[in-house]
């Protein structure tokens, strides 16, 4: 499943570049958590938990049913 979700994330990873962020794959959990670090412009950015839940986490559930949940590291 790690390998589905860096792919996942290299689609979307364009988007927050372009805002001068980025993402970071920090784990996979067995349980269908994934772990990741907001960088750059993201990091401590007011809507980076908007980013995190209606972005990353919205994509990942639905490329990889597996994905339970996203959290931030």
């Given at each position: 499943?790690?390998?589905?979700?860096?792919?996942?994330?290299?689609?979307?990873?364009?988007?927050?570049?372009?805002?001068?962020?980025?993402?970071?794959?920090?784990?996979?959990?067995?349980?269908?958590?994934?772990?990741?670090?907001?960088?750059?412009?993201?990091?401590?950015?007011?809507?980076?938990?908007?980013?995190?839940?209606?972005?990353?986490e919205?994509?990942?559930?639905?490329?990889?049913?597996?994905?339970?949940?996203?959290?931030?590291?």
């Open positions: 499943m790690e390998e589905k979700v860096k792919n996942a994330l290299e689609k979307i990873r364009p988007a927050l570049q372009a805002d001068g962020g980025d993402v970071e794959l920090v784990e996979v959990q067995e349980d269908g958590v994934v772990k990741v670090r907001l960088t750059g412009a993201c990091k401590g950015c007011p809507m980076a938990s908007i980013t995190l839940a209606n972005g990353i919205r994509v990942l559930k639905e490329e990889i049913p597996e994905v339970k949940k996203v959290e931030e590291a």
